[in-house]
């Protein structure tokens, strides 16, 4: 009888979603969009997640055509292959001899000198959904260096992970423009990154107000409401700490730790959807957020000792200290409100915790895209006061977003 029930627990934790079948712009490059790059010389800006279909680097499929020419890649925070944190180096792909350019590190703008020879830029790079991962960020740099340099260039479109509905957060301040806000959009945009392309060219988003030649090749068989793993596209980490889409559905709210001395759960097995310190009342804290019932999502205490795995740059915070912690354990990721949660987790740390709770101030205003949030919670404020401040430019960034929209 006990088997039988594990079994039926076992069940109930392991959802299988439906499948849609959803072709990336990638695959339809190559398969119907391919006289756009045929005889050009070209630039890709990719990763390891830029792979098609049948699994094979766009890289390399484009590699072994001889009617076009490979002139550079060009590498976004985390690198060409996807393994690292930290700056990246300049460098050669050591399969193909093609020169790699870093984007992230000294430079986040591709360079005149390196886009010398090439006809056009490609973009292809697996995005979250969160305004702060800064691949999108990467995608406005080489958009006005494209411009600049009067080169025209092409977004292979992929899904948003965490789907295409939830919109929510302040908008960006402009005195807090940085990598992980290159434009004025909310944390949770609710875009994919062609539809992204297309705000940022067309509400003069890009430096001077620059406009490129922009090509989006949209998907076939996306739409708003799937999920990641409701499409039949294989779960590629975009980067090291995002191991799953549980990981990504959480991030929006919880990657706000970074700008405090929370462990956010790097070093863990659960990245972002652990956090925790080792002077965390756990108990506490979660009664404090489950007077605020928020929707589809449970507050499960966690212990868990950070290690310091080899992509990472740096020893993860509270490194092989034990944590008490909070499991963000999300049950209902239709009515999750990611940014709201994440909010409220830091609230509710600093009113259990104010002695021991500290901000790093500018990370996490320039995370949170604004100083309000972190003021508002150092005066005690309301959470609906707190969340009501962004309200206008939520409804306003909506209507914006309305004509952008490919799906």
Known sequence: MKRIFLLFIAMLSSVVYPQTEVISGADLLLSEKYDLIKGKNIGLIVNHSSLLSNGKHLVDSLYERKDLSIIAIF?????????????????????????????????????????????????????????????????????????????????????????????????????????????????????????????????????????????????????????????????IKPSPNMPTISTAIVYPGTCLFEGTNVSEGRGTEKPFEFIGAPWFDSKKIINELNKQKFNGVAFEEVSFTPEWYKFNSRPPKFHKEKCNGIFIKVLDRDSFESVKVGIALVWAIKKIHPEKFEWRKETFDRLAGTHDIRLQIDKGEDLQVIFSKWKDGLDKFKKVREKFLLY
Request: net charge neutral; hydrophobic share 40%; charged share 25%.
């Open 75 to 235: 590498g976004p925070e985390h690198g060409f292959r996807g393994d690292t944190t930290g700056a990246i180096e300049n460098s050669r792909d050591t399969k193909t001899g093609i020169p790699i350019f870093s984007l992230y590190g000294k430079t986040y703008k591709p360079t005149k000198e390196m886009l010398k020879g090439i006809d056009v830029l490609i973009f292809d790079i697996q995005d979250v959904g969160a305004r702060f991962y800064t691949y999108i960020s990467t995608l406005g740099f080489a958009m006005e260096s494209a411009a600049e340099n009067n080169i025209p260039i092409i977004v292979l479109d992929r899904p948003n992970p965490i789907a295409g509905l939830y919109v929510d957060g302040p908008i960006t301040d402009d005195s807090l423009k940085s990598f992980v806000a290159f434009a004025p959009i909310l944390i949770t945009h609710g875009m994919t990154v062609g539809e992204l392309a297309k705000m940022y060219n067309e509400q003069g988003w890009l430096k001077n107000k620059v406009k490129v030649n922009l090509t989006v090749i949209e998907m076939k068989g996306w739409k708003r409401n799937l999920w990641y793993d409701e499409t039949n596209l294989k779960w």
